[in-house]
């Protein structure tokens, strides 16, 4: 069960792994798109000043657009990954010896009102607030609270 449990371990840090490396493929991309439109622009208002009217040269066009598909190709990466949603419905501090007693049928109480709302967590980072709710015999979270969108990109990749 603890080698399962190192395996799932693994797992999220290869997948929070390569989601930062992806995301900081994606920064270092939109970097470089910004500065070849900057060059772009340089390069049109020295031509409008010269009264001199060419197209711009095709090489560039092209790899403008080579860097916009890339983009789009990352970002269609990044949106596919697949991340954890946690729903922290409360938490405890014990001393270990108290952890040591617990066993099948313990039961742990904790200091928040049944009907409170709960944490809606991302990458350990909280995203928004909601309600249990019971849908059949499943569980399920109605959301009455949600951050930015900036703000959950953030706590994806744990950018500021």
């Known amino acids: ?48 000043t010269a009264q001199a009217v060419e197209p711009a040269p095709a090489p560039a066009a092209d790899q403008a657009n080579m860097l916009l598909e890339a983009q789009g190709d990352h970002l269609d990466r990044i949106l596919a990954m697949r991340v954890p949603v946690i729903v922290k419905i409360a938490e405890k501090n014990m001393t270990i010896s108290n952890v040591l007693k617990l066993n099948l049928g313990s039961v742990i109480t904790f200091d928040k009102d049944a009907y409170q709302h709960v944490d809606l967590m991302v990458n350990n980072s909280t995203i928004g607030l909601g309600q249990p709710v019971k849908i059949g015999e499943k569980f399920g979270l109605r959301i009455t609270q949600i951050g930015e969108i900036e703000d959950m990109i953030k706590s994806l990749g744990g950018f500021d």
């Open 1 to 48: 069960m603890a080698e399962d449990q190192d395996n799932l371990d693994q797992t999220a840090e290869d997948e929070d792994a390569e989601t930062e490396r992806a995301m900081q493929e994606m920064i270092q991309q939109a970097k470089e798109q910004e500065a070849l439109e900057a060059e772009q622009a340089a390069q049109q208002a020295s031509q409008q």
